[in-house]
């Protein structure tokens, strides 16, 4: 509760805390819950925050001053504490199974969508695209729209959906 106290009033000696246990306080005084790490809400969140910035869509980005679809999965999932491989050189228009292939071998298929999945999206009879399922919505960084953006998850894009996966390590 002294501490409590002295976090509200803008004590300076709070700071002199471990930072966790400082992360702690401030959302134990806001009301929140601490989250374990690799939580896909927590994950959901950060590409939520991401749109919310309009993050540029840039191929093969891997930071705030711009991402693509894969890019964004990578950046969200780093920002939980996740590690997943990244590789570089991959072309803007993936043709055939490359990139199911990749997820595949570094993710877990899924048999239904969920919150905090990773969706792989077919185009043009190719599957090319990934973005984050949240709740109803999905976030991605899509060169349509130039920007992290997200869209309902409705019926245009549940039809193009080709696969849907977990990032190992994310708890519901």
């Keep these: 509760m002294r501490d409590r106290d002295a976090l509200f009033r803008g004590d300076?000696?709070?700071l002199n805390k471990d930072p966790e246990q400082l992360k702690t306080m401030l959302r134990e005084a806001v009301g929140e819950r601490p989250e374990p790490p690799g939580s896909r809400?927590?994950?959901v969140?950060?590409?939520r925050m991401f749109?919310?910035?309009?993050v540029p869509f840039r191929h093969q980005g891997r930071a705030l001053s711009g991402m693509d679809c894969i890019g964004l999965v990578i950046?969200?999932?780093?920002?939980?504490g996740l590690k997943l491989p990244d590789r570089s050189g991959y072309a803007r228009d993936l043709q055939g199974r490359e990139?199911?292939?990749?997820?595949?071998?570094?993710l877990i298929r899924l048999l239904r969508p969920e919150p905090g999945a990773v969706i792989?999206?077919?185009?043009?009879?190719?599957?090319r695209?990934?973005?984050l399922l949240g709740t109803h919505d999905m976030i991605h960084a899509w060169d349509r729209v130039g920007y992290v953006c997200r869209h309902d998850y409705a019926d245009w894009f549940r039809d193009r959906t080709a696969a849907v996966y977990r990032i190992p390590g994310t708890w519901t």
């Excluded at 749109?51 to 309009?54: E, K, P, V």
């Excluded at 950046?75 to 939980?80: E, G, K, L, N, Y």
């Design 51 to 54: 749109a919310r910035r309009r």
């Design 75 to 80: 950046c969200a999932a780093t920002a939980i």
């Design 120 to 127: 792989l999206l077919r185009f043009n009879d190719a599957k």
């Design 99 to 106: 990139l199911e292939h990749a997820m595949d071998e570094h």
């Design 45 to 47: 969140r950060v590409a």
């Design 41 to 43: 809400q927590r994950l």
């Design 12 to 14: 300076p000696s709070i």
């Design 129 to 131: 695209h990934v973005a």
